[in-house]
C-alpha cells in the first residue's frame, strides 16, 4: 500500500496536467523523491516534462555592421530590406514619397510620414536608423524622426549626441513620458537600432484598463525596462502630451518626418501575444 499511493497520486496529477503519464515521475514518486510542477494558463506541467510542448524552430538573423545591414530572424514580417517601400505607405495613404537609395530609405522634408499597409498590436520591432552626419540644428531640430506604435506612441529619434534637450524628448524617450535610462547614442550618421517590445493597451469603451507597456534597447543597451505608459506621447504643447484615446487593436507602424534628413534600413517585426 506504501507504493501504490505516491502512484495513484502521481497518476491523477498527470492527468490533470494533461499530459502523458511519466515512468520516471512515479518511480521519484515511489522512492519518496520531490516532485514539483508548474502552472501556464489553464496548463499544469510536471517539471522536466519532456512531453510539454516546445517552441517552434526559427533562423535567427545576422547582425548589422555599419556598411552592412543585417538579416531579421526567419518568422519576422520584414518591413523594409533595403530595396523599395513597398510595404509602406504615406501618412496620408498614397505610395510613399521617402527616397530610397543605397540600401536605406530617408525622410523627404514636408513629405509626411510614411506608415506600413500591415497592422500590428503587441510586437517586437526592429529598427536601424542613422541621423545626418552633417549637423545642424539644435535640441529638438537635430536629427529630429520617430518610430510610432500602433501609429500612436513615439519612441523618439533624435541626434542626442552632445545636443542639449529636455530628457523626455531625447533619443530613445517615449516622448514625454519616459526619459531612457542612459543616453546610449552614437554620433550622428552611425547607423543605431532600436528593439522595441510593446504590448499594447487594451480598452473597454472609453478606458483603458490595461495600459501600454514598452522595454526598448538601444544599440543593444536597455533603455526603457517594462515601461508602463500612462497616457499617449503625442505633442500637445510645450508642456502637455496627449491621452489614451480608445483605438483600434492593430494599427500601423508609423516613421516621422519631423523635417530632418534621418535614414531608416533593416526593419522588422514579430507580433506578440497580447
Ligand atoms: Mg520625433
Not at 31 to 52: F, M
Not at 61 to 78: H, I, K, N, Y
Request: proline share 6%; aromatic share 8%; with cysteine.
Amino acid at each position: 500500500m506504501r507504493t501504490v499511493l505516491p502512484s495513484v497520486t502521481v497518476c491523477l496529477l498527470v492527468i490533470m496536467a494533461g499530459c502523458a503519464t511519466q515512468p520516471e515521475a512515479q518511480q521519484a514518486a515511489q522512492k519518496g523523491e520531490k516532485i514539483q510542477y508548474v502552472q501556464v494558463g489553464t496548463d499544469r506541467w510536471l517539471i522536466h516534462d519532456v512531453n510539454r510542448p516546445a517552441p517552434s524552430v526559427i533562423t535567427p538573423g545576422t547582425a548589422s555592421t555599419e556598411t552592412q545591414a543585417g538579416t531579421a530572424p526567419s518568422d519576422a514580417v520584414v518591413l523594409f530590406d533595403g530595396t523599395d517601400v513597398s510595404k509602406w505607405t504615406s501618412g496620408k495613404g498614397g505610395p510613399a514619397k521617402w527616397i530610397v537609395r543605397d540600401g536605406y530609405m530617408e525622410a523627404v522634408k514636408d513629405s509626411g510620414p510614411v506608415k506600413t499597409k500591415q497592422t500590428f498590436g503587441s510586437c517586437q520591432l526592429h529598427v536601424e536608423f542613422a541621423t545626418p552626419s552633417r549637423v545642424t540644428g539644435s535640441s529638438q531640430g537635430r536629427g529630429n524622426s520617430g518610430v510610432f506604435l500602433m501609429d500612436t506612441y513615439e519612441v523618439q529619434v533624435l541626434d542626442s549626441y552632445d545636443n542639449k534637450t529636455y530628457p523626455d524628448g531625447q533619443c530613445a524617450a517615449l516622448y514625454g513620458q519616459a526619459v531612457p535610462l542612459v543616453n546610449a547614442c552614437r554620433k550622428p550618421g552611425e547607423w543605431q537600432s532600436y528593439d522595441v517590445i510593446l504590448h499594447r493597451p487594451i480598452f473597454k469603451g472609453k478606458k483603458v484598463v490595461r495600459k501600454a507597456t514598452f522595454t526598448v534597447f538601444h544599440n543593444g543597451v536597455l533603455v526603457q525596462d517594462h515601461v508602463e505608459l500612462q497616457g499617449g506621447t503625442g505633442w500637445k504643447g510645450p508642456h502637455a502630451i496627449s491621452d489614451y484615446e480608445p483605438h483600434a487593436d492593430k494599427l500601423p507602424i508609423q516613421l516621422q518626418d519631423h523635417g530632418n534628413p534621418v535614414r531608416f534600413r533593416n526593419i522588422w517585426i514579430r507580433e506578440l501575444a497580447d
